[in-house]
């Protein structure tokens, strides 16, 4: 039985509108003229446990509003969505107890107080035993390395440790299916890493679910086999990451570099110019054609060093979407 | 139960780091209380009666409002509706724990810090300014000042949650609560005694909840209410939380499928 299922799920929003200025202000007192959104239409998925899967897609996609639906949060407009066996907007105890959702841009730690103490609530929250809890927050604060803050006031972390300490926070009670929104959202480079390798670590030792979504493709790269694209609340794609190439990404890039000048003019017969200079070029050429074309490359110009490659899964990404957009 | 109580710590440990905040919040009270207590001195000679009340009744009534609003009205949940806009809430929704109870449990928090220094500063008050107290003897009213306090709280709250789910519908919570603030001000008594206002009048506050919320408790305590009229208020109090419990549930189920978690 697989452990999230999904089927026809939409969620639409009201939106009041409003004209600009003081006019627009006052004539909305008294006649205000609402739009519906729809944040996600008619998405279906299921998800096997133990799946670390990426969920992707520009900003207003219907990523965020999926996962609000799938941690019981929203109500969704119509569809049904099962996790673990459960209906999320019934937000029974029972399932609320082996679920966390973390968001990057919100926190659930208390402000004022070191985040211990929101540990410990939690820990009396979700009624685990002193012994778990002190095993799990051992492992945890190993994993994260964040010892030395726990009993700094949560104001005074930087993001990246107060990152550190939600996810501990939303992880404390083993969670076995994990929401995950922009977790590496604002962090630097290394804080970036070692978060993704705390993130697989996680889901390879508890075989936990984990549905990841994140503005960087690094993220989803390194750690989800398996990705849902999705824009204007639809699903472009769903399916493992390196058929995207195949599904999407018609040619190949093909670099040469030449012994001598070559005349930007003659290799336009070859494929699109991606970029040129007088020694370099780099061709976008037709994928069944690509090996055709290297031979008559070579064939023709003192080619000293010859590359074909796959485009990058970034490059193909946004040009999904901008299909998407006409 | 341990999970509810730790909330109120939370509450309490955090009104502790906004410490110049929390006693300014006190200071404010302190000089609310002076004011009204030198007003009704000035009224009130020592040996004379107004409305009915000697000296001693009308300082004893400004003397325990004050305390009584303490534990009353002191509520952290006039921060629901903001919580709700923000999309903080979701934190709430996604524990495994009561909703009511969590929010109970942060106004446990904030009355328990403000029932302290309250009594702290009353006590130094009391004995600077010695007044003509009337101590309350008799078990009976007693009691019933107790059963009253905890029906106004509890229907205090409701209320309260109640106004904060405006959040559901709308970005302008405050509104409504000032308005709420300044009724419940005048018409619970905290200024003056309700029944120095015209008959009439009196009757028709009577059937709101608002005197039931320091009024009348003010007035068992200092023994002017018959058992019929403490049996009647009992049961037109108990009512209203009831009634407002049951158009909270039902008002908060529909603001829950309208919750959009925003803010993100």
Same mark, same amino acid.
């Given at each position: 039985?697989?452990?999230?299922?999904?089927?026809?799920?939409?969620?639409?929003?009201?939106?009041?509108?409003?004209?600009?200025?003081?006019?627009?202000?006052?004539?909305?007192?008294? /006649?205000?003229?609402?739009?519906?959104?729809?944040?996600?239409?008619?998405? !279906?998925?299921?998800?096997?446990?133990?799946?670390?899967?990426?969920?992707?897609?520009?900003?207003?996609?219907?990523?965020?509003?999926?996962?609000?639906?799938?941690?019981?949060?929203?109500?969704?407009?119509?569809?049904?969505?099962?996790?673990?066996?459960?209906?999320?907007?019934?937000?029974? %105890?029972?399932?609320?107890?082996?679920?966390?959702?973390?968001?990057?841009?919100?926190?659930?730690?208390?402000?004022?107080?070191?985040?211990?103490? !929101?540990?410990?609530?939690?820990?009396?929250?979700?009624?685990?035993?002193?012994?778990?809890?002190?095993?799990?927050?051992? @492992?945890?604060?190993?994993?994260?390395?964040?010892?030395?803050?726990? %009993?700094?006031?949560?104001?005074?972390?930087?993001?990246?440790?107060?990152?550190?300490?939600?996810?501990?926070?939303?992880?404390?009670?083993?969670?076995?299916?994990?929401?995950?929104?922009?977790?590496?959202?604002?962090?630097?480079?290394?804080?970036?890493?070692?978060?993704?390798?705390?993130?697989?670590?996680? /889901?390879?030792?508890?075989?936990?679910?984990?549905?990841?979504?994140? %503005?960087?493709?690094?993220?989803?790269?390194?750690?989800?086999?398996?990705?849902?694209?999705?824009?204007?609340?639809?699903?472009?794609?769903?399916?493992?990451?390196?058929?995207?190439?195949?599904?999407?990404?018609?040619?190949?890039?093909?670099?040469?570099?030449?012994?001598?000048?070559?005349?930007?003019?003659?290799?336009?017969?070859?494929?699109?110019?991606?970029?040129? @200079?007088?020694?370099?070029?780099?061709?976008?050429?037709?994928?069944?054609? !690509?090996?055709?074309?290297?031979?008559?490359?070579?064939?023709?110009?003192?080619?000293?060093?010859? /590359?074909?490659?796959?485009?990058?899964?970034?490059?193909?990404?946004?040009?999904?979407?901008?299909?998407?957009?006409? | 139960?341990?999970?509810?109580?730790? #909330?109120?710590?939370?509450?309490?440990?955090?009104?502790?780091?906004?410490?110049? *905040?929390?006693?300014?919040?006190?200071?404010?009270?302190?000089?609310?209380?002076?004011?009204?207590?030198?007003?009704?001195?000035?009224?009130?000679?020592?040996?004379?009666?107004?409305?009915?009340?000697?000296?001693?009744?009308?300082?004893?009534?400004?003397?325990?409002?004050?305390?009584?609003?303490?534990?009353?009205?002191?509520?952290?949940?006039?921060? +629901?509706?903001?919580?709700?806009?923000?999309?903080?809430?979701?934190?709430?929704?996604?524990?495994?724990?009561?909703?009511?109870?969590?929010?109970?449990?942060?106004?446990?928090?904030?009355?328990?810090?403000?029932?302290?220094? *309250?009594?702290?500063?009353?006590?130094?008050?009391?004995?600077?300014?010695?007044?003509?107290?009337?101590?309350?003897?008799?078990?009976?009213?007693?009691?019933?000042?107790?059963?009253?306090?905890?029906?106004?709280?509890?229907?205090?709250?409701? #209320?309260?949650?109640?106004?904060?789910? #405006?959040?559901?519908?709308?970005?302008?919570?405050?509104?409504?609560?000032? #308005?709420?603030?300044?009724?419940?001000?005048?018409? *619970?008594?905290?200024?003056?005694?309700?029944?120095?206002?015209?008959?009439?009048?009196?009757?028709?506050?009577?059937?709101?909840?608002?005197?039931?919320?320091?009024?009348?408790?003010?007035?068992?305590? +200092?023994?002017?209410?018959?058992?019929?009229?403490?049996?009647?208020?009992?049961?037109?109090?108990?009512?209203?939380?009831?009634?407002?419990?049951?158009?909270?549930?039902?008002?908060?189920?529909?603001?829950?499928?309208?919750?959009?978690?925003?803010?993100?």
């Amino acid at each position: 039985m697989p452990a999230i299922t999904v089927s026809h799920l939409s969620k639409y929003y009201k939106i009041y509108q409003k004209e600009p200025g003081m006019l627009g202000s006052l004539k909305s007192l008294f /006649n205000r003229k609402y739009q519906t959104s729809k944040a996600v239409d008619d998405i !279906s998925f299921s998800i096997e446990e133990g799946e670390l899967i990426g969920f992707i897609g520009p900003n207003g996609a219907g990523k965020t509003t999926t996962l609000k639906c799938l941690s019981g949060l929203l109500y969704p407009t119509y569809g049904e969505v099962s996790v673990l066996g459960f209906t999320p907007h019934k937000r029974k %105890h029972a399932y609320l107890k082996q679920i966390a959702l973390v968001m990057g841009q919100k926190n659930q730690l208390w402000w004022d107080l070191p985040a211990m103490d !929101s540990f410990l609530l939690n820990k009396e929250i979700y009624q685990i035993q002193d012994k778990q809890f002190k095993k799990t927050l051992d @492992e945890l604060s190993y994993l994260l390395a964040v010892k030395e803050f726990l %009993h700094v006031q949560v104001r005074k972390l930087s993001l990246g440790q107060r990152m550190k300490c939600e996810l501990i926070a939303a992880l404390i009670h083993s969670p076995k299916v994990l929401f995950l929104d922009e977790p590496t959202i604002g962090l630097d480079v290394v804080m970036q890493q070692n978060l993704r390798e705390f993130i697989k670590e996680y /889901n390879q030792k508890f075989n936990a679910t984990i549905l990841l979504t994140s %503005h960087y493709m690094e993220d989803v790269k390194q750690l989800c086999e398996r990705v849902i694209i999705i824009d204007h609340g639809k699903i472009l794609f769903d399916g493992k990451l390196a058929d995207i190439v195949k599904e999407y990404a018609g040619h190949k890039l093909l670099t040469a570099s030449f012994e001598k000048k070559i005349d930007k003019e003659s290799l336009r017969a070859f494929g699109k110019i991606e970029e040129y @200079e007088p020694l370099r070029v780099v061709l976008s050429i037709p994928r069944d054609k !690509s090996s055709d074309i290297a031979a008559k490359l070579l064939d023709k110009f003192p080619v000293e060093d010859l /590359n074909i490659e796959e485009p990058k899964i970034e490059d193909i990404i946004r040009d999904v979407f901008q299909k998407n957009k006409l | 139960m341990k999970k509810y109580w730790i #909330i109120a710590r939370g509450i309490m440990e955090e009104t502790m780091t906004y410490r110049l *905040s929390f006693i300014m919040w006190r200071f404010r009270g302190v000089l609310q209380f002076l004011v009204l207590y030198y007003l009704w001195l000035a009224l009130l000679p020592g040996n004379q009666t107004l409305f009915g009340y000697s000296q001693s009744r009308i300082l004893t009534y400004v003397f325990a409002s004050t305390l009584m609003s303490a534990i009353i009205f002191s509520t952290r949940v006039a921060e +629901l509706g903001e919580t709700i806009n923000k999309g903080d809430l979701s934190n709430d929704l996604l524990r495994p724990a009561n909703y009511l109870l969590m929010w109970a449990a942060r106004d446990v928090g904030d009355k328990l810090m403000n029932i302290m220094f *309250s009594i702290g500063e009353f006590t130094i008050l009391f004995i600077i300014l010695r007044p003509p107290f009337f101590f309350q003897s008799n078990p009976f009213f007693l009691a019933a000042t107790v059963i009253t306090i905890a029906i106004a709280t509890i229907l205090f709250f409701f #209320i309260n949650m109640l106004l904060g789910c #405006i959040g559901f519908w709308s970005n302008e919570t405050w509104a409504p609560r000032f #308005i709420f603030t300044i009724l419940l001000q005048f018409f *619970s008594g905290g200024l003056f005694p309700l029944d120095i206002l015209p008959k009439p009048l009196f009757a028709f506050f009577s059937a709101t909840p608002f005197p039931y919320l320091l009024y009348i408790p003010l007035k068992i305590y +200092l023994g002017q209410l018959s058992f019929f009229e403490i049996g009647k208020s009992f049961f037109i109090a108990s009512a209203w939380m009831i009634g407002v419990y049951l158009l909270l549930k039902i008002v908060w189920n529909k603001g829950m499928k309208l919750y959009t978690a925003q803010g993100r």
